[in-house]
Structures are given as structure tokens and as C-alpha cells.
DNA sequence: ATCATGTGTAAATAATATCTTACAGGTGTA
DNA sequence: TACACCTGTAAGATATTATTTACACATGAT
């Protein structure tokens, strides 16, 4: 989850989910002003991740558009938080 | 901040910090299972996030040792928390 | 048929991050 | 002198991430 916030890119598109409501894949690398490829694969790590979700839907003239919308995650990092969070991380395997 | 706190690695020392309470770079490395190089290349990235800070102390036997501790930092992480952070970011850098 | 819209993904490249190895210097003690 | 501990960093190899370009496929309208 840090490393999928760990980027300008997906934080700006957490950022403009959670102004501007959910919206479709096209449309968002519109408003961003990145490539659909490119936002699309960010988006696949923020899922991932469970901070967003999609949902594939049928627009008024027939296409499929897949609408993505922010969860409602919550977190929060402090030395604590993170000394008891570190207890999950395997003994000493990395990534 | 974020991108420092990625990384399984800088977790643990974060951890082992907050727990264990000070420590020195030598030691911190064989408690934590890392080279002494690569223990401090995180502690750099750790440091320049603002997430540890380092003071030069000299031991009783006159050696100099490099003490790091964690600082009381604390983020929290919603929707709309990052979307108050991302207006920081400037127009469209990366990186 | 062609164009404009939407979807996805594979492949190649570029840019970063990570990790190891090796070096250089310091102090104190045997 | 040689050894044990401490410090730092630079160079190179490896691995991961990010990005672009190109492709394939679908729908509705011209």
C-alpha cells in the first residue's frame, strides 16, 4: 500500500478521484494529461493496492466504460504504527 | 516521505528504532540482518525524509559512533488527506 | 468502409532503486 | 605492526519501475 502511494502520478490520481467522483480510464488520462497505457497501469497497482475499485459499465450509445472510484481506506504512519506493522513482515525477506 | 517508507528494508529499521530505542550503525546492521553499506544508504533515505536523525558520539574507548533515532513523525492517510497533499505537487513533475 | 470513441495488453526502452564489493580513514589494544 | 572495532563512500552489477509505442478488438455514427 506505501509503495503503490509512493508516486506522483497515483497520488494525483487518488487525488482527483477523490475531488472530482469517479470516472472512466479515457476520460482520466485526459484530465491528468498521461498517456491511457500509462494511467491504466497505474491504476492496476491502486487496485491492487485496494485503494481504488472499478466497475465495468455500459454507456448510453453502447460502449463500455470502466469507472474507477477511491475506497475509503485509512491509515496511519507513525513510529508505533509502523513498529507494529513491521511484526508482518517476514522474517527477513525483502519486496 | 512516502517513497522512504516503501521499502521492506526501511520499514524494519523504523521499527527496530522505535522499539529498541537508539543505536549506532555497526550494531544496527547485525541486529537487523544487513550490510553495514547498505544499512546506511536507507538510513540516508530515512534521514532526508525527515523520519530519523543521526548525532556523532564518541564511546567511552574513545570511538566514534553515529547514533541514529527515530523522530516523532506522524501522517495520515485517506482519500482526502492526499487529495489536500497533491495540490504540493507541482503542475505535472514527476519524480 | 472509415472515423471516433471506448477497452485491454505486449514489447522494448529509459530511468531508478537496490545491493555488493572494495576501498580509505579513524581510534585503542595486544 | 597487526588486529579489532568504528566511520564513510564510490564503483559496478543487478533488479525493479516507469514510460512509450504499437497492436488487437469492440461499438456507434458518417
Known amino acids: 500500500m506505501l509503495a503503490a502511494l509512493a508516486n506522483p502520478h497515483r497520488l494525483r490520481i ?3 478521484l477523490a475531488t472530482g467522483g469517479r470516472n472512466y480510464v479515457s476520460q482520466l488520462a485526459r484530465e491528468i494529461g498521461i498517456s491511457r497505457p500509462l494511467l491504466h497501469l497505474h ?6 493496492a485496494g485503494l481504488v475499485v472499478s466497475q465495468l459499465e455500459l454507456s448510453p450509445d453502447g460502449k463500455a466504460l470502466n469507472y474507477f472510484e477511491v475506497t475509503d481506506f485509512g491509515l ?6 509502523i513498529a507494529q506493522a513491521a511484526k508482518s513482515l517476514t522474517a527477513h525477506s525483502e519486496q
Chains 1, 2 share one sequence.
Do not use: D, F, G, I
Not at 491504476?43 to 491492487?48: D, M, N
Not at 496511519?76 to 504504527?81: G, Q, R, S, V
Open 76 to 81: 496511519e504512519l507513525t513510529p508505533a504504527t
Open 14 to 16: 487518488v487525488a482527483t
Open 43 to 48: 491504476l492496476q497497482k491502486l487496485e491492487a
